[in-house]
């Protein structure tokens, strides 16, 4: 999982610096705050769901998570 989650993130950069070769530094800082803002949420969803339900909580979200971003990834 962890190789999956490094691998999608050079990817992503790779994808970010092709969009503006001058604003490089900037477009990284931008990339990096949202995949630190959207880890921390995620973990404190996951965290809320399990102590509200469980480990169905955690299992539903991580599921309906998943289900969007293809969803998502599709459209795009």
Known sequence: MD????????????????LD????SR????????????????A???GATYAAWGWSGPCTFGA???TLALLLSRKL
Not at 3 to 18: D, G, K, M, P, T
Not at 30 to 40: I, K, P, T
């Open 21 to 24: 070769a001058t604003a490089r």
């Open 64 to 66: 309906i998570s998943a």
């Open 44 to 46: 404190g969803l996951g």
């Open 3 to 18: 190789l999956a989650v490094q691998s999608s993130q050079i990817a992503n950069q790779a994808r970010v610096y092709a």
């Open 27 to 42: 477009l990284n800082t931008v990339f990096m705050a949202v995949m630190l803002a959207g880890g921390a949420v995620g």
